[in-house]
T-cell receptor, first 108, second 117 residues
Framework: GQNIDQPTEMTATEGAIVQINCTYQ??????LFWYQQHAGEAPTFLSY????GLEEKGRFSSFLSRSKGYSYLLLKELQMKDSASYLC?????????FGTGTRLKVLA | DTAVSQTPKYLVTQMGNDKSIKCEQN?????MYWYKQDSKKFLKIMFS???????INETVPNRFSPKSPDKAHLNLHINSLELGDSAVYFC????????????????FGEGSRLTVL
């Protein structure tokens, strides 16, 4: 199986840093992906990790540890527009399995 | 230019009816998918296709029949609609199917919100 768990909701303040965790139990995957989804919209790609370590992309960074079954998405300098759901997904061959999603609220 | 487009965006229908959702991508991708997002916002894979061929059917009832006339199109037909089919259905595509690099990212359509009364 590929149970993928994320916190249901998080709240943070504008300008702060927030870390959204994703833990999984799986027999194998090719890459771990993070997507952002605003209410009523489609998910959009943010970041991915194939190898262990940190990938930085502007205000967003993602980290992966395969041995620990753990990933996180780090959002810096939070803005109001970052209020959205964040989904981690395990990418296999012809198949992406999504986590439960974390709804992030950014407060002024 | 819209990369992945779905129609219609909204469907409201009665139980027992049949409905179709069309999807087209102009990205030149080989792999296309259908995902279902329920009221709890959980995104679940239904089907994946590669170059018009069905690759994955994730234990979806036979009432759901995808069709891919060419690699740029993947349509979804649903027979005998049930209340539990109410959800947002997302079409997606990816350049590669292996998810081993950034080219494996999914591009989603805007979604089709199906409401079964």
């Amino acid at each position: 199986g590929q149970n993928i768990d994320q916190p249901t909701e998080m709240t943070a303040t504008e300008g702060a840093i927030v870390q959204i965790n994703c833990t999984y139990q799986t027999s194998g995957f090719n890459g771990l992906f993070w997507y952002q989804q605003h209410a009523g919209e489609a998910p959009t790609f943010l970041s991915y990790n194939v190898l262990d370590g940190l990938e930085e992309k502007g205000r967003f960074s993602s980290f992966l540890s395969r041995s620990k079954g753990y990933s996180y998405l780090l959002l810096k300098e939070l803005q109001m527009k970052d209020s959205a759901s964040y989904l981690c997904a395990l990418g296999g061959t012809y198949k992406y399995i999504f986590g439960t999603g974390t709804r992030l609220k950014v407060l002024a | 230019d819209t990369a992945v487009s779905q129609t219609p965006k909204y469907l409201v229908t009665q139980m027992g009816n049949d409905k179709s959702i069309k999807c087209e991508q102009n990205l030149g991708h080989d792999t296309m998918y259908w995902y279902k997002q329920d009221s709890k916002k959980f995104l679940k894979i239904m089907f994946s296709y590669n170059n018009k061929e069905l690759i994955i059917n994730e234990t979806v009832p036979n009432r759901f029949s995808p069709k891919s006339p060419d690699k740029a199109h993947l349509n979804l037909h649903i027979n005998s609609l049930e209340l539990g089919d109410s959800a947002v259905y997302f079409c997606a595509s990816s350049l590669t199917a292996g998810a081993t690099s950034g080219t494996g990212e999914l591009f989603f359509g805007e979604g089709s919100r199906l409401t079964v009364l």
